[in-house]
């Protein structure tokens, strides 16, 4: 008789830490990041590109907020990160676990398998931060998600163009009754025709779902990957584009990176 060999999922990690969320539908709250590696865009204004392409190491908040990082090698098979997941969950403290990178959706296969055991040991909520460009690895993980955060890409801001991967992914996310939000980063090269392009677009899925335009926030690192340079939209610009996008949608809300002014990770 061959016996049977069973593989232990693993997956290419940047970092796990506890931080406050700066963007979005839960900015404020205190979420368990995990932060995954890889992504296949390369945006402009990109101020996570160390995650492009899968790091020897990752690092280990020992405590939750204390940033008493360790040292662990690649790729973290999934009952290790599950541990270094319950070592930061002290009661009462976090809102929510959010799956950052990088692109997530890029371990949809190692998520099967991590997500109902991460939800069923900790009983919180699951937030994942995505391009918003994948939805058949989405789909692959959808019956463990609370929430989405997913960007839209704006060719003029970051060079990427998904038009029609945005539609299809919000949609599924519309379908399947999960709480999602769209965040469009602007900055002063922002093309109004693609801000219009935009919200029609999501108005076809629901006028109800949230947008959050983001002012780009410049930074010495993205300027290190990039040549172009990023400035943040002035006053006059988020003013007229917030009214443009309303004449399609009900709520659309101007926020900067809040963890940036706070310092936070
Ligand atoms: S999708 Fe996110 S991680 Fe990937 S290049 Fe764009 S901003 Fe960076």
New binding site residues.
């Given amino acids: 008789m061959i016996a049977k060999t069973t593989v232990t999922p693993t997956a290419r990690l940047v970092e796990v830490f506890s931080a406050i969320q700066g963007e979005g539908l839960n900015v404020g709250t205190r979420q368990i990041f995990i932060r995954f590696a890889l992504?296949?865009?390369?945006?402009h204004?990109?101020?996570?590109?160390h995650?492009?392409n899968a790091p020897a190491t990752c690092r280990i908040e020992r405590s939750p907020g204390l940033r008493d990082f360790e040292i662990h090698s690649n790729p973290v098979p999934l009952p290790i990160l599950i541990e270094w997941v319950e070592q930061q969950n002290l009661p009462c403290l976090h809102d929510s676990i959010s799956l950052t990178?990088?692109?997530p959706l890029l371990h949809a296969p190692f998520l099967t398998q991590f997500l109902p055991q991460v939800r069923a040991i900790t009983g919180l909520p699951i937030y994942l931060e995505?391009?918003g460009h994948r939805s058949e690895q989405l789909a692959m993980i959808l019956p463990y998600l609370d929430s989405v955060g997913m960007?839209f890409?704006l060719p003029s801001v970051?060079g990427?163009s998904h038009w029609q991967e945005h539609a299809k992914f919000l949609q599924l996310c519309h379908d399947s009754y999960l709480n999602v939000f769209v965040k469009i980063?602007v900055s002063q090269n922002t093309d109004p025709g693609e801000l219009e392009r935009s919200a029609s677009l999501v108005a076809k899925v629901s006028p109800d779902i949230p947008v959050f335009l983001q002012p780009v926030t410049p930074l010495a690192v993205s300027e290190q990957f990039s040549s172009i340079l990023m400035l943040a939209p002035t006053p006059d610009q988020v003013l007229t584009w917030q009214a443009l996008m309303k004449g399609f949608i009900k709520h659309v809300r101007v926020i900067p990176q809040t963890h940036k002014m706070l310092n936070q990770l």
């Fill in positions: 992504c296949d865009l390369r945006c204004f990109c101020d996570s590109a995650t492009w990178g990088g692109e995505t391009g960007d890409k970051s990427e980063i």
